[in-house]
């Protein structure tokens, strides 16, 4: 089934792909981890990495599901959201008993991202290790990649901890987490 997944992304990236590029163009690719430590039990925190789950912490975040329609998370759902770089989204893997989730999103003519999420719990916090890898589509996906350092990883992810871990604490969600 994952072979199945994977191909349906790759066609999609293939789908919103321009002209072939020039054979100068060579993409470039990067991929970067960390872990976060949230203070909640693994089965409160792990639907917030989810689609639908992620609005309760994530100020702005409005995906629109595709398939299933109802946003429910699955193994090949499909989604997209809008905004400056508007995406298509497909869950390659989604395995809730291992509390593990991964997407690969297409920008049309830019760039394609996987992001591998696994939540696991440990010494009485559960911890959330994130991996992004970005791979260029054209010279400005490309800029993107070289953009995408482990610092702004970093600090992206520590937004996710501060983010979630308020909500946890309070039941509200933090106002332009970044």
């Not at 639907?47 to 629109?64: L, M, N, S, V, Y």
């Not at 996987?114 to 959330?128: F, H, K, M, N, S």
Request: glycine share 6%.
């Amino acid at each position: 089934m994952n072979l199945l997944l994977i191909t349906l992304a790759l066609c999609c990236a293939l789908a919103l792909l321009p002209e072939p590029p020039s054979q100068a163009f060579r993409a470039e690719a990067v991929t970067h981890t960390g872990t976060i430590r949230l203070e909640g039990p693994i089965q409160r925190v792990f639907p917030f990495f989810t689609p639908i789950g992620e609005k309760d912490w994530a100020e702005g975040w409005d995906p629109q599901p595709l398939y299933p329609s109802d946003g429910a998370p699955c193994e090949g759902m499909v989604f997209r959201t809008l905004g400056d770089l508007p995406m298509l989204w497909v869950a390659t893997h989604y395995d809730a008993a291992r509390h593990e989730i991964t997407y690969v999103t297409v920008t049309h003519e830019t760039l394609v991202r996987r992001i591998a999420i696994t939540v696991r719990e440990q010494d009485g916090a559960t911890l959330a290790t994130v991996t992004y890898t970005f791979t260029g589509l054209s010279p400005e996906g490309n800029q993107l990649v070289r953009d995408y350092t482990a610092q702004v990883h970093s600090d992206r992810i520590q937004q996710w901890e501060h983010a979630i871990n308020h909500l946890l604490k309070t039941g509200h969600r933090l106002p332009h987490h970044g």
